[in-house]
């Protein structure tokens, strides 16, 4: 099946943080890959902005090195590299100060196209450069405004955050992006679930026994240490990729798929998840030095610190459709393979007939696989082949569907990819809203406080294993156990 592909009108997009890393990994690679695509038009301006002293053409030379090395294997195509470098510009800005604000009006000036600004900069800079865009004359009534996360370290700062944006821009221009809500596989889960009769009516606790979410990475945080041990899994990942993942699992029918009857039925479930008291359905840990690798600790530059770099909860929803059906939360670095998966694990069935000799078999699965390898699996019980009698055995449904969404021969856009546009179309269907993001914080606040005053430090736990030996134990203690991490 060869998707079909509609361009779209051309556009100014401004990029803060143009000559930083998620700019040269994702975002422009991400927007040479649509213009291959043939939807980014050749017409439309990509201008970065940044601190480093730069003209146009020594940042065209710096995008050329980074969609050589990022665009993909087989993608760069010298005349249609050269069109998208012809759509970059590049104007020096003091993002706190005056400096290069007028030269960036100047070079938007006269047009009426759309235009995006991409904060890809560090969150004290949101609001620093929102003001300016607007006092500076670069603000049009079509403006959109795209930030990145951390939105906030808490409730408070999310809280003056959004108050701050929203008396710069309406929220309909606030694009609040999470990458993962742009994986294949997530909008497959929307498409799973409302566009096929199959399985609503057992998607409930009457059905599901529980429900498993793993943000699994096999990196640790080198490089980045002093950041991370500043917010750690709680912040960096729990409060929002895992918390929207399991909102989209978790959510009601919207009456319309649209933007904001989708996020309406998510804040629903932000607010019906019960408050957790204290860390008794808490896991934190730390991983352990191996081989010569540094630990969390070496990592952080820090021997005293307290935060985890693995992280699991068990959470719950209180409402009619998922009231008694838990939902286990797991994140972690420096674990034994980069794997995220949602999997909804259905009760088995009330009665076997089958006698104990045919063998014993799990429950159902449907397994969502965000990455490394995107698609859906739903695990049954058949009969195994053979004229050997009744004996049970478990197989794998594929539904990823590879083969005939990838006919021809692309590869499944990135997440960004498809999140930009979204933006160049205005569609938020993808994108938090403000409230969600108060939502968020405010059920995961009190956690952050109990781990910070507790008398306990995160658990250590070896590099490249499943994590602490207490997240094993959140399962056990409820009859359960965590899926394999696997590649």
């Known amino acids: 099946m060869v998707s079909r592909v509609i361009p779209v ?39 970065a902005v940044g601190r480093r002293v730069l003209d146009a053409d020594g940042y065209r030379r710096m995008a050329e090195a980074s969609l050589k090395e990022h665009a993909g294997p087989g993608a760069l195509d010298p005349d249609r590299a050269a069109a998208f470098l012809d759509m970059l510009d590049y104007v020096h800005v003091d993002a706190e100060g005056e400096g290069g604000w007028a030269s960036l009006a100047d070079r938007l000036e006269g047009s009426e196209r759309m235009r995006i600004f991409y904060l890809s900069v560090v969150p004290h800079l949101f609001g620093p450069i929102s003001e300016r865009v607007a006092r500076s004359g670069c603000r049009t009534p079509d403006t959109r405004l795209v930030v990145e996360k951390p939105l906030g370290r808490d409730l408070q700062s999310a809280q003056v955050l959004n108050r701050r944006l929203a008396t710069l821009f309406e929220e309909r ?27 609503e009516p057992i998607w409930n606790a009457r059905h599901v026994d529980h429900v498993q979410i793993t943000v699994a990475e096999r990196v640790g945080v080198g490089g980045r240490g002093a950041y991370y041990d500043e917010n750690g899994a709680l912040r960096d990942m729990m409060q929002n990729h895992l918390l929207q993942l399991l909102c989209l699992i978790a959510m009601e ?28 359905d808490v896991v934190r840990g730390q991983y352990l030095g191996i081989n010569g690798e540094a630990g969390y600790l070496e990592d952080a530059e820090n021997p005293r610190s307290r935060t985890e770099s693995f992280v699991a909860i068990k959470a719950e929803i209180a409402n009619w459709r998922w ?30 007939i089958f006698p104990e000799s045919t063998g014993s078999t799990g429950p159902n699965v449907l ?11 739903l695990r049954l019980t058949i009969k195994e082949p053979g004229p050997g009698g009744m004996r049970l055995c478990e197989v794998p449904l594929d539904m990823t569907f590879a083969e005939t969404l990838g006919a021809d021969g692309l590869s499944m856009p990135d997440a960004y990819e498809r999140l930009v546009m979204d933006v160049i179309r205005g569609d938020q269907t993808l994108f938090m809203r403000g409230d969600e993001v108060e939502a968020a914080w405010r059920w995961i606040d009190p956690i952050i406080a109990a781990a910070e005053t507790a008398p306990e430090r995160p658990q250590p736990y070896d590099s490249y294993s499943s994590g602490p030996e207490d997240a094993l134990m959140l399962m056990h203690r409820d009859g359960r156990r965590w899926r394999a991490l696997t590649a």
């Open 367 to 377: 397994a969502i696989r965000l990455q490394p390898d995107e698609g859906i699996t």
């Open 323 to 352: 009231n008694g059906a838990p939902f286990y939360l797991r994140t972690g670095k420096r674990l034994r393979t980069r794997m995220s998966e949602i999997a909804v694990v259905f009760k088995d069935a009330p009665h076997s």
């Open 253 to 280: 029918p919207p009456a319309h798929f649209e933007p904001d009857a989708l996020r309406d039925e998510k804040l629903k479930v932000l607010r019906s998840l019960k408050p957790l008291e204290g860390l008794g």
């Open 9 to 47: 009108e051309p556009f100014d997009l401004v990029v803060f943080g143009g000559t930083g890393d998620l700019a040269r990994r994702k975002l422009l690679p991400a927007l040479y890959r649509r213009m291959l695509a043939g939807q980014a038009q050749p017409g439309s301006r990509i201008v």
């Open 173 to 199: 221009q606030i694009y609040r992006i999470d990458h993962y809500l742009g994986k294949e596989t997530v909008q497959n889960l929307m498409a799973l679930r409302f566009a096929n009769a199959l399985f």
